[in-house]
């Protein structure tokens, strides 16, 4: 309930004025933690010289899906274990390399 309300508040979709200081509670850490990254963000934006770029976050997650299908692959393969152990050994060193 309190997370519902909070996503729907007008404050946190348009966020403060600028030039409001925002009321937190200095002992709540995660509410605290999130106004400050919110802040930051918005004092960035303001000044126009930075653009938001994601490409490390895909870069991380198209290696951990690469590394996930190794992973899969040394799982599922369709013959049985005294012949495929060194396909299992690739796939592990390939998985240990990636993640």
């Known amino acids: 309930f309190f997370f519902e309300a ?4 007008s404050e946190m979709k348009s ?3 600028p030039g409001d200081a925002p009321k937190i509670n200095p002992y709540d850490g995660q509410t605290m933690r999130m ?3 919110q802040q930051i ?3 960035i934006d ?6 938001s770029d994601h490409t490390v976050s895909y870069m991380k997650s198209a290696v951990g ?4 299908a190794f992973a899969l692959l040394s799982h599922f393969y369709p ?8 396909l ?10 990636l993640s």
């Open 6 to 9: 909070w996503w729907e508040s």
């Open 35 to 37: 106004t400050l990254d």
């Open 65 to 68: 899906i690469i590394s996930i």
């Open 15 to 17: 966020g403060p004025a």
């Open 79 to 86: 013959s049985p274990f005294p012949t495929n152990r060194t």
């Open 46 to 51: 303001s000044e126009g010289k930075y653009k």
């Open 41 to 43: 963000l918005r004092m």
């Open 88 to 97: 299992i050994g690739i796939c592990a060193v390939c998985y240990f390399v």
